[in-house]
C-alpha cells in the first residue's frame, strides 16, 4: 500500500491506497509544532482506524509547502516506517512538462494537481485549488506546465478583512440568500461567495484569452471548492481528492531513496 501526505499551510490531509484505490482519506489542521515522535503517533493513530498496519505500507509519498514539517515527517516515517519518503519536486520524474522560469520554486500541491488533472483529462486543463491561498495551474494540450495564478484564499481574505475592520468579522463562504445583504453578516457573505466566483470566471477568462486554449477543461480541488462550480461559468469537475491522486501518481513513477 501507498500512504500519500499532502502537508499544506492549514490543513494535512493523509490518504492510502491499495494499487489505485484511495481506501481512505483524512484531512486534519496542520500542527506546526509537532515532534516527530508526535507525528508517528499521529500518523500510526490514523491508519489504525482505517484497519492498516504500519507493515502494510511500502512506499510513502509527502508533497509539502511547509518545510519544517517536511523534515518532521521525514524523520518520523525513517523512525516509525523504516522508509526514506518519496518527496515531491519539480526534479523527480513527471509525467508532465515543467515549463517555467524557476522549476523549484512550484509548490508540491500544484505539482501533483497538475499530474492528476492531465492524467484524468487530458490537455489542456485548468487546476483551481482553494486553500490558504487560491492557485491556478495551467497545464496545455501537450502536457507542458506553463505556469499558474497564486490569490489568497477566500478564508484567509476574510480573515485579514476580519483582523483590520474593528466592526467586522469572519463569515463562511457559502452561497448567500441574495446578492444585496440585508445585514452586516449578509452582504459579508455576498461579497466573499461572489467576489469570489467572479474573481475565479475573470482569471479563467484571462487565461484562455492569453494561451488561445479551446475549451479547456476546469477541474476545483481543495477544502472550499464544493458547491463553487454551481455559480461559475467553467468550473465542470470537481475533485476533492485531486493532489493525493497526483501524490500516488508521481509516486508509481519514482523509487524511493
Known amino acids: 500500500m501507498l500512504l500519500a501526505i499532502d502537508i499544506g499551510n492549514t490543513n494535512t490531509v493523509v490518504g492510502v491506497y491499495d494499487g489505485e484505490t484511495l481506501k481512505n482519506s483524512f484531512r486534519?489542521?496542520?500542527?506546526?509544532?509537532?515532534?516527530?515522535?508526535?507525528?508517528?503517533?499521529?500518523?500510526?493513530?490514523?491508519?489504525?482506524?482505517?484497519?492498516?498496519?504500519?507493515?502494510?505500507?511500502?512506499?510513502?509519498?509527502?508533497?509539502?509547502?511547509?518545510?519544517?514539517?517536511?523534515?518532521?515527517?521525514?524523520?518520523?516515517?525513517?523512525?516509525?516506517?523504516?522508509c526514506s519518503p518519496i518527496v515531491i519536486t519539480a526534479r523527480l520524474k513527471l509525467p508532465i512538462r515543467i515549463e517555467i522560469d524557476q522549476p523549484d520554486q512550484v509548490g508540491a500541491d500544484r505539482i501533483a494537481n497538475s499530474v492528476a488533472g492531465f492524467h484524468k483529462y487530458g490537455g489542456p486543463v485548468i487546476i483551481v485549488d482553494f486553500g490558504t491561498a487560491t492557485t491556478f495551474d495551467v497545464v496545455s494540450a501537450d502536457g507542458a506546465y506553463i505556469g499558474g495564478v497564486i490569490i489568497?484564499?477566500?478564508?484567509?481574505?476574510?480573515?485579514?478583512?476580519?483582523?483590520?475592520?474593528?466592526?467586522?468579522?469572519?463569515?463562511?463562504?457559502?452561497?448567500?440568500?441574495?446578492?444585496?445583504?440585508?445585514?452586516?453578516?449578509?452582504?459579508?457573505?455576498?461579497?466573499?461567495?461572489?467576489?469570489?466566483?467572479?474573481?475565479?470566471?475573470?482569471?479563467?477568462?484571462?487565461?484562455?484569452?492569453?494561451?488561445?486554449?479551446?475549451?479547456?477543461?476546469?477541474?476545483?480541488?481543495?477544502?472550499?471548492?464544493?458547491?463553487?462550480?454551481?455559480?461559475?461559468?467553467?468550473?465542470g469537475q470537481i475533485e476533492p481528492n485531486l493532489t493525493l491522486e497526483g501524490l500516488r501518481l508521481i509516486g508509481g513513477m519514482n523509487l524511493a531513496v
Not at 66 to 82: A, C, D, G, H, I
Not at 196 to 215: A, H, M, P, S
Request: a neutral charge; proline letters at 5%.
Open 152 to 235: 489568497p484564499g477566500p478564508e484567509t481574505s476574510m480573515a485579514e478583512l476580519a483582523r483590520r475592520a474593528a466592526r467586522l468579522f469572519e463569515v463562511r463562504i457559502e452561497p448567500p440568500d441574495c446578492v444585496v445583504g440585508k445585514s452586516t453578516a449578509g452582504a459579508m457573505k455576498s461579497g466573499l461567495f461572489y467576489g469570489t466566483v467572479g474573481q475565479l470566471d475573470y482569471i479563467i477568462d484571462r487565461i484562455i484569452e492569453e494561451t488561445g486554449f479551446k475549451k479547456p477543461t476546469v477541474v476545483a480541488t481543495g477544502g472550499l471548492a464544493n458547491g463553487i462550480e454551481k455559480h461559475s461559468r467553467y468550473i
Open 28 to 82: 486534519v489542521t496542520s500542527s506546526h509544532v509537532m515532534t516527530a515522535d508526535e507525528t508517528g503517533f499521529f500518523i500510526i493513530g490514523l491508519l489504525e482506524r482505517m484497519q492498516v498496519s504500519n507493515e502494510e505500507i511500502k512506499k510513502v509519498v509527502i508533497g509539502s509547502v511547509v518545510p519544517p514539517l517536511t523534515s518532521v515527517f521525514e524523520t518520523m516515517l525513517k523512525q516509525y516506517f523504516r
